[in-house]
């Protein structure tokens, strides 16, 4: 395989996982809003701290992705 096409399958892949991290987020939020009058205040607070920590993974994710695409342009 050449490295060309390793790097695109990398950026794939990275992209794939991007998109599970925005699905869940996206329900985590919907969630979160539905139910922060009748849910504990613990479950809010945690679904808070995990939907800050994927939005930080996810933005992780994409600048791991801008520079493989930009090592694109060496190949």
Request: charged share 15%.
């Amino acid at each position: 395989m050449s490295k060309l096409d390793l790097a695109k399958e990398k950026i794939a892949y990275l992209k794939f996982w991007l998109g599970i991290m925005v699905a869940v987020e996206a329900s985590l939020t919907g969630w979160l809003l539905t139910n922060f009058q009748s849910a504990h205040w613990i479950l809010v607070f945690a679904g808070a701290v995990v939907l800050l920590a994927i939005g930080f993974g996810g933005y992780a994710i994409h600048t791991r992705i801008e520079k493989k695409i930009t090592s694109l342009e060496e190949l």
